[in-house]
């Protein structure tokens, strides 16, 4: 029974994670540079960026900059550690409009790399945001490594350097957001409700297993310890009904 109730709890946060990729990230991203390994720098590299409009995601970034309604901020960059010191850089950065559902915006270009320092590595990355450049708010790309032949430096420790997409999690203002209706209030507010269930989840998840170890078996305890985790997974479902609702009304009305 006990491992049946921490299945549940983990598939639930499985799905709420789903929801918000989903909410941040309503954009797919292609990144690829080429090439991937070069004899010396400076050095001419093709970076393929292309961003693609997720099915059924809604191109719109309520509450950051007037601009948000027709696009988003895009951004290309570098990070190496050399001789010199770790180095980042912004290559190119730029706003386009949002893409169509079968068209995806492709923003392919060349750049001479000049780094500092003669490294053995550089690490790019490219991200979407919207508002300015803040560290890929909707989405951001797996990092793709650039070798040096002839560099000496050591290869970069960044939280980009690993395998998959880092979590940019933060709690939007249900004040702010430009609502235009009362389905538009019902968006801010559910999506900022929803982020808060999140971490409480979590640490209320946390604090039942605690109780379920000090309970060394008292059938008291452990009846507290199941109810608080039952009232943890049954708040959590609710709030993603609710969200869920709200997003159906929206699909419904376009």
Do not use: H
């Not at 010396?40 to 970034?61: E, H, R, V, Y």
């Not at 060349?110 to 990355?125: K, M």
């Not at 991200?127 to 450049?133: E, L, V």
């Not at 708040?235 to 929206?250: A, Y």
């Amino acid at each position: 029974m006990r491992k049946s109730i921490f299945i549940i709890s983990a598939a639930l946060l499985i799905a709420a994670s789903s929801v918000v990729n989903a909410q941040l990230s309503p954009i797919s991203i292609g990144f690829n540079v080429i090439p991937k390994i070069v004899s010396s720098t400076p050095a001419d590299f093709n970076f393929g960026l292309s961003f693609t409009l997720n099915s059924g995601a809604i191109p719109s970034c309520p509450g950051y900059n007037p601009r948000s309604s027709d696009g988003f901020y895009w951004s290309v960059e570098e990070r190496y550690q050399s001789l010199q010191g770790d180095y980042y850089r912004l290559i190119r950065t730029g706003f386009s409009k949002w893409p169509g559902a079968s068209s995806p915006v492709a923003l392919d270009f060349t750049e001479n790399i000049a780094p500092v320092g003669n490294p053995r590595y550089i690490t790019f990355w490219a991200s979407a945001d919207c508002s300015t450049y803040i560290g890929g708010g909707l989405i951001q790309s797996s990092p793709v490594t650039v070798q040096i032949s002839s560099g000496q430096g050591g290869f970069i420790e960044t939280a980009n350097s690993g395998k998959g997409q880092p979590i940019d999690f933060k709690i939007q203002n249900p004040i702010v957001g430009n609502p235009t209706n009362v389905l538009g209030v019902g968006i801010i507010i559910a999506n900022w409700i929803f982020n808060i269930a999140i971490p409480v989840t979590v640490v209320f998840i946390i604090y039942a297993g605690f109780k379920f170890i000090i309970s060394r078996g008292n059938p008291g305890k452990v009846q507290e310890a199941r109810r608080l985790l039952w009232y943890t997974v049954i708040g959590l479902t609710i709030v993603l009904i609710g969200k869920g609702f709200i997003v159906l009304i929206q699909s419904i009305l376009g």
